[in-house]
């Protein structure tokens, strides 16, 4: 009996020895590693003409903190907490692309001297998808079990559903943050500035 006990701890003892070996690794330059990149360049699919008008942009900022549990066993060998830290960029747009023929009308000229006036039917503003900045979107922090941290000596972590919510929390935040009511602004500003130096005067109507 006491020969199994004594085989069972010198299996342990190897097998934490060859863990601790794998973790100490990275930490010398014994064994260095290099990167070859046989990467093609990068090949053009197809272009396309653009209407939008950006009007606006808001720069955001969250820090995502999202647990995964492994249910009837313990957070110290099983599950991990993942501090994610996430920024982008999100645009408001006004697609010009929606007019129509007869969303511009311009009033006949008269010789009063007023300003002729140009009736628009603007369609409204729209949120553009969040544009992630990769090099501001980093782990923070994680803890993770004894069975999480073997596995990722072995396979890498898929990052993938930490950038998924992290553009839905942007996302959430940008239409709650009047972007689309500043780009609205901000278009009629340009066009009142544009037509105004042509001699007219703009009233606008919303495009339904």
Request: net charge neutral; charged share 25%.
């Amino acid at each position: 009996m006491k020969w199994r006990i004594g085989v069972a701890v010198a299996v342990l003892v190897v097998v934490a020895g060859l863990v601790a070996a794998v973790l100490m690794v990275p930490r010398f330059g014994g064994l260095g590693s290099d990167t070859v990149d046989r990467s093609q360049p990068a090949l053009l699919k197809s272009l396309r003409d653009l209407s939008q008008y950006h009007a606006s942009a808001g720069d955001f900022q969250v820090v995502l903190d999202i647990e995964r549990d492994v249910r009837y066993v313990p957070a110290v060998l099983a599950g991990q907490r993942t501090l994610f830290v996430a920024a982008g960029t999100v645009n408001a747009y006004v697609d010009f692309g929606r007019l129509g023929e007869d969303a511009l009308k311009v009033s006949p000229t008269n010789a009063s001297g007023e300003a002729r006036l140009v009736e628009l039917a603007l369609p409204p503003a729209v949120l553009d998808k969040p544009n992630l900045d990769q090099e501001r979107c980093y782990v923070f922090a994680q803890e993770r079990g004894l069975f999480d941290r073997l596995a990722s000596l072995v396979e890498a972590q898929d990052q993938q559903p930490f950038y998924v919510a992290a553009e839905r929390k942007i996302a959430d935040a940008a239409r709650e943050s009047g972007l689309v009511q500043r780009a609205d602004d901000n278009t009629r500003k340009m066009l009142t500035g544009m037509f105004g130096a042509l001699g007219y005067r703009v009233e606008f109507k919303n495009l339904d």
